[in-house]
């Protein structure tokens, strides 16, 4: 459904296809992960020692003798390269980190094991055919599940979308680790091609977090509220060519908060001034309008993600009845893929955001946000808020296992994401970091699930993504 606007094209651009298929096999991917830890084929690219003299030596002492008996020196050569111990060969990058990485991620491979057993066992209780065709039987009834991004504080979350009686459509959703308290429900329109939607959506958030305003927000200050939202509107796709796509929407929305459900958290009026948070206290209601367009130069290559990809968004906020604010959400973002070889590569990410308002400005819920498990991921979701913000992200990706048929591998990433929020651009001051590292899986259709570890200036976190498109 046509989400909060412009996070709804974003979840559209993580292509509901892909979130469907990672739906339907990412336990299936997990099994054979821990059922092969053994060492991998070479791979092309992969840097392959030649020949020694000797093995020269005894293929030709081999092909001089036509196949005949072997010669008593063609035998003692033979003889010497069994005999001979086996080549060693320099350390690289992965003879360091292999055991490192490999205690830490110990749990994770034990839960993938309990989870590839409990599949296992649940698929021989199911009659013979019916195990691996649930998810298209399901599809094929008319209930449709998939991973989709919830919204701003929301994190990614479980959706069901009932298409029995199409065009007509009803889908409901709800975070299930992420941000408890998050969840949606809609209803509406589709066309045959599911490219335009029109409809209406009721999204409450019931625990979301705030630590206040600025890239010094204190740690201390985190307080909760509880955010409820009614859209009415439409979202459509237009795809020009194979490399641009836009994402359009239009429509109204009302906003509403209240005293937050997490008992452990004071509500946000009792730690900051709710004078000073255009939101807290007043319903906010507009007319919405905008477009995102992505050109898209990347393709798949075996597993691997290559090129470059550039994203740019504009959305307008008009208030209507009493709400005396306006503004203009524009944001920028490119990825890249550079291949070392097939199984190495380094991708970048680069954001920028900026959120220009009149009248009363932004309200506090749709200040632009930094920490969580996209971007700044040694952080908590939306720890850092204002109404601008810059970041980007390094990783380095080496493949650890790939499906024999290339339909799946999984690769560990290490990472390193910087950034910071400011009320305008040209005020940017203190910057903060975090690194760590991960696993991902992969499909054909591009990057799927990950767990990371991370490590910032707040601690340790560790995190996960059912869906991503970086």
Known sequence: MFGYFSSYCHSRHTSAGLS??????????????IARPGP???????????????????????????????????????????????????????????????????????????IGIAAAGISQLL?????????????????????????YNAGDGIQLRLTRFAPAFIEGAASVIQSPGAAYVAFGVTTEDRLTDAGAKFRRLTRAQFWGVGVDSREDDKSNYEWEQIQLGGIWEARLSDHLTFNSAAGWETNRTGLGHNKNLPDIRETFDPDSLFGSLEVVNYIVGGTKATVDFTHIDILQPRGVRFIGEAFYYGGTGSTDSDFLRLQGEVQGYIPFNQRQSFALRALVETNPGWGQGVPFYYFAELGGSEDLRGFSTARFRDRDRLTWTA????????????????????????????????????????????????????????????????????????????
Do not use: C
Request: overall charge negative; aromatic content about 12%; glycine content about 10%.
């Open 20 to 33: 469907r298929v990672i739906t339907a096999s990412w336990l299936l991917i997990l099994a054979p992960l």
């Open 40 to 114: 991998l084929q070479a791979q092309a690219g992969d840097s392959i020692p030649a020949r020694s003299a000797a093995d020269a030596t005894v293929r030709d002492s081999l092909a001089q003798e036509g196949g005949g008996p072997v010669s008593p020196d063609s035998a003692d050569k033979i003889r010497a390269l069994l005999r001979r111990p086996p080549a060693s060969h320099p350390p690289d990058a992965r003879d360091y980190v292999g055991l490192p990485l490999a205690v830490v991620m110990l749990p994770l491979r034990l839960l993938a094991g309990g």
């Open 127 to 151: 009659p013979e055919g019916k195990g691996p065709n649930l998810y298209e039987r399901m599809v094929a009834w008319g209930l449709e599940p998939s991973v989709e991004s919830l919204g």
């Open 395 to 470: 990783e380095w990706r080496f493949e650890a296992w790939r499906e024999l048929q290339d339909r799946s591998r999984a690769e560990w990433f290490v990472f390193w994401d910087s950034g910071t929020v400011m009320p305008s651009l040209s005020q940017i001051t203190d910057f903060r970091n975090d690194w760590g590292f991960g696993l991902r899986f992969a499909t054909p259709s591009g990057p799927g699930a990950n767990f990371f570890f991370a490590w910032g200036d707040e601690g340790f976190r560790f995190g996960f993504r059912l869906i991503s498109d970086f």
